[in-house]
């Protein structure tokens, strides 16, 4: 197994965010509503306001770097909170990284009191599984992955 550390991060951690998230993009397209060219082409104040909330962003770090990530969004005008953003690269899955990284999530929604909805890339089932064992099931609303995308995915929400 692998070594790794979370750290829930700050708009301090911007450049980090960055790294991992256009690395996520890169990797796994159709598994995210932003695009790399869309993500790219963000300032830094960008990345400093998504860093820093609303709701924490995890990110997982090894010996080089930052590795994993996954963030909560818990808007003022929600009653729920929203996963977002779960990817870890591939030579770190099965490690159990994105089972930690969503369980620091979830517990901070806890705290706060938020149910958590997630939308899933309908084929990702190994994230599926993993958020099915964390007790979300799919509510039965499909919508494109983003605008003129073929790619479905799912909502699912945490019992």
Known sequence: MSSTELRVIGADDWEDFRAVRLEALADAPDAFGATLAEASAQPPEVWRERAAGPGPVVLAFADHGPVAMGGLFVPDASDDAFVWGMWVRPTFRGDGVAARILERLLEHADRVGRPVVLHVSQGNDSARRLYERHG?????????????????????RRR
């Open 136 to 156: 979300f099931v799919t509510t039965g609303e499909v919508q494109p992955l983003r605008e003129g995308s073929p790619v479905l995915i799912d909502t699912m």
